[in-house]
């Protein structure tokens, strides 16, 4: 095919090695400039100007004045903030593990031959598609204090008398947010821990059953080591995208109730949109920040110790 | 694999395997009963009696006619479409470009600049929004599509360089030394050998990069306001809650309606959009 | 086989694309309407929805008769105006009058025209602004906003249930409230109040809630917070043991939409709300129909909040319409203000609402829709008898931020899960100096 290709590009002399180098870079440099302008106009300067806004006192309509670290002071200060930051953590944490649990559980119910295994593996990755506001929805509509489906089954299956209050009670509305979240990230992690399982050997578990291994021992130490690098990347897109969600918690709880449910997010959209306090919601969404940095570094060097094993 | 018995299948794989089915697909279906549901059957208090939820004998189209007679439903599909679409060909023009640089070129900043495209997908757009928002003003661009289109690909490019970067680097050197040998340019290499073996890729990189476009909430809910700008997920949280009645049957009808585009595209590029998902995170 | 596939879907994309942008191009703007004047308004999505019927169908084709103006009416959801608000004025582009509650004027006051001019205009044809209303719009200097109407607050409550229990009228004391609210709840059928962040139902039970017991955000110099007094403390444990014995503890995750639902399906007994229950019940009389097989509309009657120890207060919630300084279109749409208020137009909105609604001018008190339905005359002292949240200070940025930020709620909503009263109280207290000494 490359052959055929070719043939109808004139025949010329090799480039001198030069010349090719400042080809390279010329050319590196026409290919990324698309996306160096694009990211640099929206990515890198919005950044700027959002960590010139945290330091300043700008509300709606006001431009404000440098005022320092007074915004980071101020919100350290906020309960609210601290409750947010508690619950970010650990609506992260626990979905996470979660997620990782029945992904992997999934993945390896997938892993063998079945009639209909593409069908079923192309309906499991609805709940990752389907834009989150929509399904959130649905979910939202499930858990209705007065028309809930899930206590309507609950009661009829005897198992509760009093209605469950999903989105009023406090721990409980956490709980549900958990829930959906689950409920979304499980086919990301299914489907792509499914791939890192295919690439292992079956003659390695095999080989270990004949030895005698039972198979919890199978899987910790043959197919864990293994899987161990696709793991940890996904982890790493899982954490971050969970770490600033946004939309699952604004449709469900909006935050409620009484902050049970507040993120970093929605917490910098309350005070910074909806109040109008701009510099502080831009204070509480770059408080965000480190946080992150912190997690993604240490899972790259994870990462990285884990390849070089 | 090893599995056994027979019933060992069912208890250990089957029954499973059909219960994750059913949890993962089950809100879905809720969504379409609801959506067909009218409304004297809707709001029955759960532990009211005769109260059959999972299905209805007076199938009704009223909620979807309510949707698209009292709110600009049809309108915001094609805008979430067009600006999907949009941004989706922008967000693959600049990825592939930009994975084959980092893929393919020697030149002195490329493992530095590969980070910092992946550091741009950490900065979460919830603080990029405010002061994204005055940039939009700045350009007039508010209120329209285009707010939209420029800045999506802001989480899509990173997304798809670091895709194409490992579609790029599964291809073998030798594909284009031929070429090169045989005297083609670089760019030519790269635009009729290179690119073409690298279609899978693209196209996973594209389906991934539409989805993600439909799922985005927060811009489009900060940067437009007209309600025929609007797209599928802010027109249908914004103007489906309405005072008292919640609207729950218009609500499950523009998910359900709002959720298919989406679904219809994915499943037919359903291998392309696993093997992208997969391919990213290996790579 | 693969190129075939390609080509097919470039096909695909490529006249997905096009569809899209064809359709966007036909739908969008045509040349016609580049020489016409028109104005954004943005309201909330009303409680009663035959004013909004009536303004698309009637009053906004009439505009644009009249004045050759059209009106593009957008409605969201109340809690949604404020962040569209932010957001707009941000972007810089949005619509050119945005309705806005309470005091929340007095957070945009940069960024909003004045329009003292139309509101001493009315306020003079119609008998003389509400002290209420004056306080809320005006800030002394100028009008941030044009005064539109109060949304009145008052108990719903079931005639028959509360017969059921012995209570003839409904309970005026907060004790007898507790009394009867137990005894119904008892009975499956407790009082609901939410104690969310919403815009409605949530202040307008615990500002007044609070005043009656005597506490008090701040001082009348509105500079010296106060709220961590003995009558606070009083009023959060009331609140606590009340909660616990005569309101529905779902409370605490509704919206201003949850108790209407609650209470149209009978799961609760009596709760704070405009007259957006009653209306509907009368909208639609055979969907309503009560366990005795009674219209449920024939079965409400309005009771002013409980009296506490310091008197008997009400927080009714003020709407009103700012014009933004990044419109394009003032002049239109001051014009079009203009016209909305004169008598004849301001009185099919006024009609419509079936007294949910009360005007901002005394001319209407009088009106003789009050006399209609004796179940709606509570409501017509509403504009009369508001007071505003900051008191005793006065009802400004510094007020509203303490609004919007719902901490006099929350104050009540921490104690409820739990809190000790001291503590929820003393939090409060810190939030608010946060707000007030910033």
């Not at chain 2, 594209?206 to 985005?216: K, P, Y």
């Not at chain 3, 739908?27 to 303004?55: C, E, I, N």
């Not at chain 3, 933004?324 to 008598?343: G, I, P, R, T, V």
Request: with cysteine; net charge positive; proline share 5%.
């Amino acid at each position: 095919m490359a052959v055929t290709a070719v043939s109808g590009v004139e025949a010329r002399r090799p480039v001198p090695r030069l010349r090719r180098l400042e080809d390279e870079r010329w050319l590196a440099l026409a290919l990324l400039m698309p996306t160096a302008v694009l990211l640099g106009l929206f990515i890198a300067y919005p950044f700027i100007e959002g960590v010139l806004l945290s330091f300043s006192s700008a509300r709606v309509g006001d431009a404000g004045h440098f005022v320092g670290l007074k915004n980071f002071a101020k919100i350290w200060d906020d309960s609210i903030f601290r409750t947010a930051v508690w619950n970010t953590f650990w609506y992260t944490g626990v979905t996470t593990v979660f997620k990782l649990g029945l992904g992997l559980w999934l993945a390896m119910l997938l892993n063998r031959h079945f009639k209909g295994k593409a069908l079923v593996r192309a309906f499991i990755l609805l709940p990752f598609i389907i834009p989150t506001v929509l399904s959130t929805f649905a979910w939202k509509w499930m858990f209705d204090p007065t028309f809930s489906v899930i206590n309507w089954t609950l009661f009829h299956l005897g198992l509760i008398s009093a209605r469950i209050n999903w989105l009023g009670d406090p721990d409980l509305a956490m709980a549900s947010i958990i829930v959906v979240n689950i409920w979304r990230g499980v086919p990301f992690f299914a489907i792509s821990l499914l791939a890192g399982l295919q690439t292992i050997s079956p003659e390695l578990n095999e080989a270990a059953a004949i030895d005698g291994a039972r198979p919890w021992a199978r899987f910790w130490y043959v197919t864990w080591p293994l899987l161990l690098p696709v793991t940890m990347v996904v982890m790493l897109f899982s954490v971050i995208q969970t770490f600033a969600d946004f939309q699952l918690v604004y449709v469900m709880t909006g935050g409620g109730p009484a902050n049970a449910t507040q993120l970093f997010a929605t917490y910098a959209y309350q005070i910074g949109i909806g109040t109008g306090l701009l510099s502080e919601g831009a204070a509480i969404s770059l408080a965000m920040f480190p946080f992150l940095f912190i997690i993604v570094v240490v899972q790259l060097l994870y990462i990285r110790r884990v390849e070089t094993r | 694999m090893i599995e056994g018995a027979a019933w060992r299948r069912w208890v250990f794989y089957n029954i499973p395997l059909i219960l994750f089915v059913f949890v993962l697909l089950f809100p879905f279906y809720w969504m379409i009963i609801t959506t067909f549901r009218p409304d004297g059957e809707l709001y029955r208090p759960w532990n009211a009696a005769n109260y059959m939820p999972f299905w209805t004998n007076n199938p009704t189209l009223e909620h979807i006619k309510y949707l698209f007679e009292e709110t600009m439903f049809a309108r915001w599909m094609l805008n979430t479409m067009f600006i999907a679409v949009v941004s989706t060909v922008i967000s693959l023009f600049c990825g592939v470009l930009a994975g084959y640089a980092l893929a393919r070129l020697n030149f002195p900043w490329a493992g530095g600049l590969g980070t910092m495209i992946f550091i741009t997908y950490l900065v979460p757009q919830t603080l990029l929004f405010i002061p994204l928002a005055e940039i939009i003003r700045n350009f007039r661009l508010g209120d329209t599509p285009w707010s939209l289109i420029l800045t999506y690909p802001t989480f899509l490019i990173p997304f798809c360089t670091w895709l194409m970067m490992g579609y790029f680097k599964a291809i073998p050197k030798e594909l284009e030394e031929c070429a090169r040998i045989d005297g083609a340019s670089r760019w030519k290499a790269m635009l009729y050998i290179v690119i073409p073996v690298a279609v899978p890729g693209i196209l996973s990189s594209g389906i991934i990069a539409f989805t993600l476009s439909w799922n985005e909430f927060i811009y489009a809910l900060v940067f437009l306001s007209s309600p025929d700008e609007k797209t599928v997920p802010v027109g249908v949280t914004s103007e489906l809650i309405r005072g008292d009645v919640f609207f729950w049957g218009p609500l499950m009808a523009g998910a359900l309606l709002g959720s298919i585009p989406v679904a219809i595209v994915y499943s037919f590029f359903v291998e392309h959009y696993v093997s992208g998902l997969t391919g990213s995170v290996k790579g | 086989m693969a190129k075939a596939k390609r080509r097919s879907v470039l096909k695909l994309a490529g006249g997905t694309a096009l569809g899209g942008m064809a359709g966007i191009l036909a739908s969008g703007r045509t040349p016609a309407y580049a020489q016409q004047k028109t104005v954004h308004w943005l309201k909330w999505v009303d409680f009663v929805p035959a004013t909004d019927t009536m303004f698309k169908r009637e009053l906004m084709p009439q505009a644009e008769k009249e004045l050759g103006i059209k009106v593009n009416l957008e409605t969201v959801n109340g809690n949604d105006l404020q962040p569209r608000t932010t957001a707009a004025i941000q972007s810089g582009t949005g619509p050119d009058l945005i309705m806005a509650f309470n005091n929340q004027t007095y957070l945009y006051a940069n960024s909003v025209v004045d329009v003292s001019e139309l509101a001493e205009e009315v306020g003079k044809r119609e008998g003389g602004l509400f002290k209420y209303a004056r306080s809320i719009c005006s800030d002394g200097k100028m009008f941030m906003s044009m005064p539109w109407a109060v949304i009145g607050g008052m108990i719903a409550y079931r005639k028959s249930w509360l017969d059921e229990v012995g209570a003839t009228s409904f309970p005026d004391t907060w004790e007898t409230y507790r009394e009867v609210g137990k005894k119904l709840k008892a009975k499956g059928r407790p009082f609901g109040q939410t104690l969310g962040h919403t815009f409605g139902d949530a202040p307008g039970f615990t500002y007044p809630y609070l005043w009656s017991w005597g506490g008090k955000e701040v001082e009348a110099d509105g500079k010296k917070v106060v709220i961590n007094s003995k009558e606070t403390v009083d009023s959060v444990k009331f609140m606590t043991g009340l909660w616990k014995d005569a309101l529905d503890e779902g409370g605490l995750a509704w919206d201003d939409t949850n108790n209407n639902r609650a209470f149209l399906s009978q799961t609760i007994s009596a709760t704070l709300n405009g007259a957006s229950i009653y209306i509907e019940t009368l909208r639609k009389p055979d969907q309503y129909i009560t366990e005795k097989g009674v219209q449920m509309n024939k079965d409400i009657l309005h009771a002013p909040l409980p009296k506490g120890p310091a008197g008997q207060f009400g927080f009714h919630l003020l709407q009103s319409q700012m014009l933004m300084k990044y419109s394009k279109n003032q002049d239109a749409a001051k014009e079009f203000l203009k016209w909305l208020h004169q008598e004849a137009n301001y009185r099919k909105f006024f009609e419509s609402q079936k007294g949910f609604a009360t005007p901002c001018t005394v001319k209407w008190e009088s009106d003789k829709l009050w006399d209609v339905d004796p179940v709606m005359t509570p409501y017509k002292v509403a504009a009369r008898l508001g007071q505003a949240p900051g008191y005793a200070g006065p009802p400004n940025a510094k007020a509203a931020e303490g609004l919007t930020k719902y901490i006099v709620t929350d104050m009540y909503a921490k104690a409820v899960q739990g809190m000790p009263a001291e503590e929820t109280v003393k939090w409060a207290e810190a939030e608010l100096k946060k707000v007030y000494e910033a």
